[in-house]
């Protein structure tokens, strides 16, 4: 069984910057891709990033490429989201997701989720 924590999120104004993290219990995380998505109210659940076990390979959604980076920490088993130049579109609620198979964008290839973090941007 593995657990995610997401933390970092907050209130920040456009222009500004967060770090999300997410912190991973079990001995699986080395081999796990990482995924994060994102929820905005009456919105579906959309990808934003993700990275190989390896950490080597890393895949953003086209809204957030250039703005954010998706880094992992074995030694912390920490999966981390640097958002820079935030938009008010980027509101939402990030989740971070994990899963024994290759990174993907979509959802339904992570097994694990975490319970989400706010983040608000605004205008």
């Known amino acids: 069984q593995v657990q995610l924590v997401e933390s970092g999120g907050g209130l920040v104004q456009a222009g500004g910057s967060l770090r999300l993290s997410c912190a991973a219990s079990?001995?699986?995380?080395?081999?796990?891709?990482m995924g994060w998505f994102r929820q905005a109210p009456g919105k579906e659940r959309e990808f934003v990033a993700a990275?190989?076990?390896?950490?080597?390979?890393?895949s953003y959604a086209d809204s957030v490429k250039g703005r954010f980076t998706i880094s992992r920490s074995s030694a912390k088993n920490t999966v981390y989201l640097q958002m820079n130049s935030l938009k008010p579109e980027d509101t939402a609620t990030y989740y971070c997701?994990?899963?024994?198979?290759?990174?993907?964008?979509?959802?339904?290839?992570?097994?694990?989720w975490g319970q989400g973090t706010q983040v608000t941007v605004s205008s």
């Open positions: 990275i190989s076990w390896s950490g080597v390979g890393t």
């Open positions: 079990g001995r699986t995380f080395g081999y796990s891709a």
């Open positions: 997701a994990s899963g024994f198979g290759a990174m993907s964008y979509l959802g339904k290839q992570y097994e694990y």
